[in-house]
């Protein structure tokens, strides 16, 4: 299987959805733009946030087993794939590339 490179590209922070609609957290989203971590792709890497890492383990998988061009040509470096949490409040899109 091949390594996995999780970089996190991207965060957001819709302060507006936040105030109108959630709970106040003792814990939210602490990445970090150009953060970087690796798979086997299998486990979860130290650092990486639960709800992140169940949004992208399917695609992780999928590259570290040697899977190319998911959703047919939708990214220009097909072992690669680009991946947002599934936090309405705070989204995080993250490259996920395989490396050798």
Excluded: H
């Excluded at 169940?54 to 990214?75: H, K, N, R």
């Excluded at 409040?89 to 395989?98: D, G, H, I, Y």
């Amino acid at each position: 299987m091949k390594r996995v490179k999780i970089t996190v590209m991207r965060t957001a922070c819709y302060k507006d959805l936040m105030e109108r609609y959630e709970n106040p957290l003792s814990n939210p989203c602490d990445m970090r733009e150009g953060q970087v971590f690796f798979s086997d792709g299998i486990k979860k890497p130290e650092g990486l946030c639960n709800s992140a890492w169940e949004s992208m383990a399917p695609f992780v998988m999928t590259l570290a087993c040697g899977g190319q061009d998911i959703y047919d040509g939708w990214m220009k470096d097909k072992r690669s794939a680009m991946i947002s949490c599934n936090d309405g409040f705070r989204p995080v899109s993250f490259l996920l590339e395989a490396v050798d």
